[in-house]
């Protein structure tokens, strides 16, 4: 919970406008930082560091790649974990209203996690993801994206877990934008806080 209320005094802060540019159809690499905390049946807390690319692949379809790496304690026990994805999101025309911009998207995606716990889907493999969701421009550099992702293991079907979260993405100009993320996954019951630099060169 006190992930969830450092996210909500954030977004308080940036509720005033700013200064959107997208994360959707453009070329920008991320660099950014995980907390994790929460947990079903014990306690859990960690860290992670995120890279990640993104490329379009069309004017309506992106190639997101990301690569985590950290790790996550239960019980003053400390794992590994890192995980490699690629993601193909096709994003739907622009919707206009008199307050903002929606860009609805889904995508699918593949990936290989290695999470030494067992505590994200129980075991090591392939791993699949369906993702839902839009994006909300509010300005020329500012926007909100929510989002949901079920995903799990190539392996045993049985293992998925799904999740949901909100973010924000401010462009400071053309090249330099930050971004917050929060996402809350429902069977592990596990609040994620990101914050992350964004590198845009188009």
Avoid at 89 to 102: E, K, Q, R, W
Wanted: hydrophobic share 40%; with cysteine; aromatic share 16%.
């Amino acid at each position: 919970m006190k992930i969830i209320s450092q996210a909500t005094l954030f977004f308080l802060c940036l509720s005033s406008p700013l200064h959107s540019k997208s994360r959707l159809g453009e070329y920008f690499l991320g660099f950014g930082a995980f907390r994790a905390g929460g947990g079903d049946v014990v306690e859990v807390k960690g860290d992670s560091l995120n890279l990640s690319a993104n490329s379009p692949a069309s004017d309506f379809a992106d190639f997101a790649l990301s690569f985590n790496y950290g790790n996550l304690e239960d019980n003053a026990t400390e794992h590994s974990l890192w995980s490699l994805n690629l993601n193909y999101v096709m994003h739907f025309n622009d919707i206009h209203t008199s307050a903002a911009m929606f860009n609805p998207y889904a995508g699918i995606g593949l990936g290989y996690m290695n999470d030494a716990s067992g505590m994200i889907l129980g075991d090591d493999g392939m791993t699949w993801a369906l993702q839902l969701g839009s994006e909300v421009a509010f300005t020329e550099s500012l926007s909100m994206n929510f989002g949901s992702s079920f995903f799990g293991l190539w392996k045993d079907l049985a293992q998925t877990e799904f999740s949901a979260g909100l973010g924000v993405t401010w462009w400071i100009n053309e090249t330099h934008g930050m971004a917050i993320d929060y996402d809350y996954t429902f069977g592990d019951k596990i609040d994620y806080l990101s914050l992350s630099y964004l590198y845009s060169w188009r």
